[in-house]
């Protein structure tokens, strides 16, 4: 049953989303400095990266679905502590394989995120949903972006092991702090957690919103993840020559991006988010030829950066108020098999972006998170054409009503 979201409790599941997912990238800006450290080679330095995602990709298939099983309040208590415990075995960590074993551990519990998306979506009044989720799921790109920066400056003046001890202490009081001022959510369904798994695999196959939505951010986050993961590259040498923590400053960069698109779940309330959804890709595009301009003059890649993270923003919103608003029963097994196309797309644009860097420079990488902007941007085309809206969301859904515009 809705009962509404306070202000100071959206502030509160912001910052679980931000210190959450921090857990997973706060090791790029340090990733050279801490392999050195924990005596790994070079060429294993991947696997600091790798394991974060790859305990990220097994909660939100694992853990997610809890959410609609039990108390998700208490279920973000609980991983929040667990996040803290991957977080401080990374902070103590005497070599590569512990290290490996803390990050996927904070990966896995890192779900709390998802957890607390649906949470949101549950308690929140119909015509505030997409609001209260704009707010709090903007904490996520706070934290992806923003401890780039924290993470760069403690790695440059204390050590590279301060941002996780951070983290693991800042888990640890939002755990309290969940605990102390949220109103209870009891669970919503009765179905139990082997049904809610197979139901998200079902999702798939007969949901052709959840579908379309889920592609869309595959290559909407393919995109994000192109410019993100590859963006030291060209930063670093000729003939800017960036350190760490100036390259960590370009964060900051896209946080103005993605706070200002907090406002696009504002939009989706008054029926608008196929709309959003449109323009926004259309921007993500855009952004391309100035990011793409980055030996050429900053302030082009700075414009860029702004369009690209508002734009991801955005239409990450709109796909959560439409997913969430169609299945307000297991919104938790919802947000967890689509979060799964996030994770694969992030990963996707990590990958090529050093590919085609290496081939073909930061213009080839550019070409890249282009196509996949283009390539979303056509897939909500198509959903247009063939009459995908939210009005048929769960029409192919057994178990769910259509929901309404």
Request: charged share 10%; net charge positive.
């Amino acid at each position: 049953m809705a009962v509404g979201v306070t202000r100071s409790q959206r502030l509160v599941l912001a910052l679980v989303c931000a210190v959450a997912v921090s857990t997973i990238y706060a090791i790029q800006p340090v990733l050279e400095t801490a392999g050195t450290g924990l005596g790994l080679a070079r060429e294993s330095l991947g696997w600091l990266v790798a394991a974060g995602q790859v305990g990220y990709f097994a909660g939100l298939v694992l853990l997610v679905p809890l959410g609609d099983v039990l108390n998700r309040r208490r279920l973000i208590t609980v991983h929040l502590v667990l996040t803290a415990v991957g977080a401080a075995v990374v902070a103590v960590a005497p070599n590569g394989v512990v290290a490996v074993v803390g990050l996927a551990v904070a990966g896995l519990f890192a779900v709390v995120v998802q957890v607390t998306v649906a949470y949101v979506a549950a308690v929140s009044a119909p015509n505030e949903r997409g609001r209260n989720i704009g707010a709090v799921t903007s904490g996520v790109v706070i934290g992806i972006l923003g401890v780039r920066v924290v993470a760069g400056v403690l790695g440059d003046t204390v050590v590279w092991r301060a941002v996780y001890a951070l983290l693991a202490a800042l888990c640890l009081a939002l755990a309290l702090t969940v605990r102390a001022t949220l109103d209870p959510d009891s669970r919503t369904s009765d179905a139990r957690y082997v049904q809610v798994l197979a139901s998200m695999g079902r999702l798939a196959r007969t949901d052709r919103l959840f579908l379309s939505r889920g592609l869309i951010t595959f290559f909407l986050f393919a995109s994000f993840g192109t410019l993100w993961s590859g963006l030291a590259l060209p930063l670093g040498t000729d003939p800017w020559n960036f350190g760490t923590t100036q390259i960590g400053l370009f964060g900051v960069v896209g946080l103005a991006g993605a706070l200002g698109a907090a406002r696009a779940g504002r939009s989706a309330d008054s029926g608008r988010a196929q709309a959003i959804t449109g323009s926004a890709l259309v921007l993500l595009t855009a952004a391309w030829p100035l990011i793409a301009r980055t030996e050429a003059a900053l302030w082009l890649l700075i414009v860029g950066i702004i369009l690209l993270d508002f734009a991801v923003q955005a239409v990450h919103v709109s796909s959560q108020h439409l997913l969430t608003a169609a299945h307000p029963n297991n919104a938790s097994s919802v947000i967890g098999a689509y979060m799964a196309f996030y994770s694969l797309g992030s990963a996707l644009g990590a990958i090529t972006t050093t590919w085609a860097y290496s081939n073909w420079g930061w213009s080839g990488s550019c070409w890249v998170g282009a196509a996949y902007a283009v390539a979303a941007l056509i897939l909500w085309g198509a959903a247009q054409v063939t009459g995908i809206t939210r009005r048929g969301a769960a029409s192919q859904s057994p178990g769910h009503q259509p929901a309404r515009v």
